[in-house]
C-alpha cells in the first residue's frame, strides 16, 4: 500500500480533500495544529470551523455558488452535506449553525479508518510524497515562510474581517420584524431592525468617527471586495450602506407598509436561536467601539456580544504563476494547493478546491491521468481561475461567478436568465459525465 498523503490544514478544503481520498480508499495523514496552536480568529478544534459567517450564500441554482454546490453534491461533498444536515431558516441562502456543522464533519472524518489526524503544527512542507497545503488564509507565520520559500516569491494577502453575534435573550425583538428579502425561503428567515433617516446618519457619524483596529505598519490595508468592513464602505460614501448590508428594498415594515430608511438584518446563527448574526456587518471597530455603536440599533440596545467582530490577515499565493489546472505545483507537481490560499474566496469555493484535489490525487493514485474537469462547469471555473492567468497579470481573490464559467452556445442568448438556465443543465451535465470518468475506482462506502 502506498504512504498516506499528506494533507496540511483540516479547514474546508483540507477536510473535504481527505474525506474524497479516504471513501476512494486511500490514506490521508491530516495535520492540524489546533488547539495545539491557537490562531487569531478560531475558538475550538473542530475540523472545518467556520470563523466568519455562518452563511454559504444563495442556495438557487441560478446563482453560480448555488450552482457550484449542486455540483459537489453530485460528487458526495462531505462539506455541502454536512452543511444541509445543520441548515438554519435564511431566505434562499445555505445558512447553519456553525458547531453542528463542524461536529459533523469532524466526526465523519474521525470515522474513517484511512485518516489519522495528526494534531501539531507544520512548520514546514514534507520533503517526500504526495502533499495537499490547505492550511488557508491564518497559515501559520512559520510554514507561511516555508511556502515563500517554496515558491520563491512573496506571499500575498488581503484583510479579512468578521461581524458580530449577538445573544437572542439580549435583543427587543418588539422592535423589530420577522422578513426575509422579496419574501424568500420561508419569508420570515431574518429578524428586521428598521432605521429612520436620521439614526441611519447618526450610526453613519459614528462608524466614520469610530476607533478602528490598524492594520501593521509595513503591510497596506488591502481588503477583498466582497467583504469589505462596513467602515471601509460607509468611508465611500454616505448613501453606500444603504445600497449595501443596511438596503431596505424588499423589506416592507409590516406596521407601516413602507420600506424603512434602512435595515439591520439579523440572521439566525445556531439550531437553538440562542445568537444571532449581524448579516454584513464585518468590521474592524475596536470593542468599546462596537458596544457603544451596535447598541444604537433599534432592538440591540441591551445587546450581549456572544462574538465581536474583528479584523485578520488572509494569506494567499499568486496561483496561476504556479500551480496547473489540478492546483499541483508545476515545478514540483507531488504538492498541490487548496482553499481559500489558491486565490478563491468563500467556503464553498475553498470546500470545492479541496474537493477536486482529492479526486485528482486519488486518480494519480490509482496510476490513472486525471481527468480535467470541464471549464464548462462551477468547479472547473475555478480550476481555470487559479492556473491561466498570465503570471504578469494582477491576480486577485475571486468568488465564483457566471462570469467566469465556460459558455459554449453556439449563438447568443439574449434573456439572461434563460442563458443562465442553459449554463446549470450543460455545467450539471457535464460534471455528471466527468463523475463517470472516476469511475474505475471502487468508493469505500460512506
Known amino acids: ?239 453606500t450602506l444603504r445600497h449595501g448590508p443596511m438596503k431596505p428594498m424588499g423589506l416592507p415594515d409590516p406596521r407601516t407598509g413602507r420600506n424603512p430608511w434602512a435595515v439591520v438584518q439579523l440572521r439566525q446563527d445556531d439550531l437553538a436561536k440562542e445568537h444571532f448574526n449581524l448579516v454584513g456587518f464585518q468590521t474592524k471597530l475596536k470593542v468599546p467601539e462596537q458596544q457603544r455603536l451596535f447598541r444604537t440599533i433599534p432592538g440591540l440596545e441591551n445587546a450581549v456580544f456572544a462574538r465581536y467582530g474583528m479584523l485578520h490577515r488572509n494569506t494567499y499565493i499568486h496561483a496561476p504563476a504556479h500551480l496547473d489546472r489540478f492546483w499541483r505545483m508545476r515545478r514540483e507537481p507531488r504538492i498541490f494547493f487548496a482553499g481559500q490560499i489558491t486565490g478563491v474566496e468563500g467556503y464553498v469555493e475553498s470546500a470545492a478546491t479541496g474537493l477536486a484535489v482529492g479526486l485528482a490525487l486519488a486518480q494519480i493514485l490509482e496510476d490513472r491521468e486525471p481527468a480535467p474537469i470541464p471549464y464548462t462547469t462551477a468547479i472547473g471555473s475555478l480550476a481555470r481561475h487559479c492556473s491561466e492567468r498570465p503570471p504578469s497579470e494582477k491576480f486577485e481573490p475571486m468568488n465564483v461567478t457566471f462570469g467566469l464559467i465556460e459558455d459554449t452556445s453556439h449563438s447568443p442568448v439574449r434573456d439572461k436568465q434563460l442563458r443562465r438556465q442553459r449554463m446549470v443543465e450543460r455545467a450539471l451535465a457535464a460534471i455528471a459525465e466527468w463523475k463517470r470518468e472516476l469511475a474505475p475506482a471502487s468508493v469505500v462506502a460512506s
Open 1 to 239: 500500500m502506498t504512504r498516506p498523503v499528506t494533507i496540511l490544514g483540516a479547514g474546508l478544503a483540507g477536510s473535504e480533500c481527505a474525506w474524497q481520498l479516504a471513501r476512494r480508499g486511500h490514506r490521508v495523514r491530516l495535520v492540524e495544529m489546533r488547539p495545539v496552536v491557537k490562531t487569531s480568529a478560531h475558538q475550538t478544534d473542530r475540523c472545518a470551523e467556520l470563523v466568519c459567517s455562518n452563511s454559504f450564500r444563495s442556495d438557487n441554482p441560478r446563482n453560480a455558488v448555488g450552482l457550484l454546490k449542486r455540483e459537489m453534491e453530485t460528487l458526495d461533498s462531505l462539506v455541502i452535506r454536512s452543511a444541509r444536515a445543520a441548515a438554519v431558516p435564511a431566505g434562499d441562502a445555505l445558512a447553519m449553525d456553525r458547531h453542528v456543522f463542524a461536529n459533523r464533519v469532524t466526526e465523519a472524518l474521525t470515522g474513517r479508518p484511512e485518516i489519522e489526524i495528526v494534531r501539531e503544527e507544520a512548520k514546514a512542507i514534507p520533503a517526500e510524497d504526495f502533499v495537499v497545503v490547505a492550511t488557508g488564509p491564518l497559515t501559520s507565520p512559520a510554514l507561511d515562510r516555508a511556502i515563500g520559500a517554496l515558491l520563491g516569491t512573496e506571499d500575498l494577502y488581503f484583510y479579512d474581517s468578521m461581524a458580530p453575534i449577538v445573544e437572542a435573550s439580549s435583543l427587543d425583538f418588539s422592535k423589530m420584524y420577522a422578513l426575509s428579502r422579496y419574501g424568500k425561503g420561508d419569508g420570515e428567515d431574518y429578524w428586521n431592525c428598521p432605521l429612520t433617516r436620521e439614526e441611519y446618519e447618526r450610526f453613519v457619524d459614528g462608524l466614520l468617527s469610530g476607533e478602528t483596529v490598524p492594520v501593521k505598519d509595513f503591510e497596506k490595508g488591502i481588503y477583498f471586495e466582497g467583504c469589505l468592513p462596513i467602515e471601509v464602505m460607509a468611508e465611500r460614501g454616505r448613501e
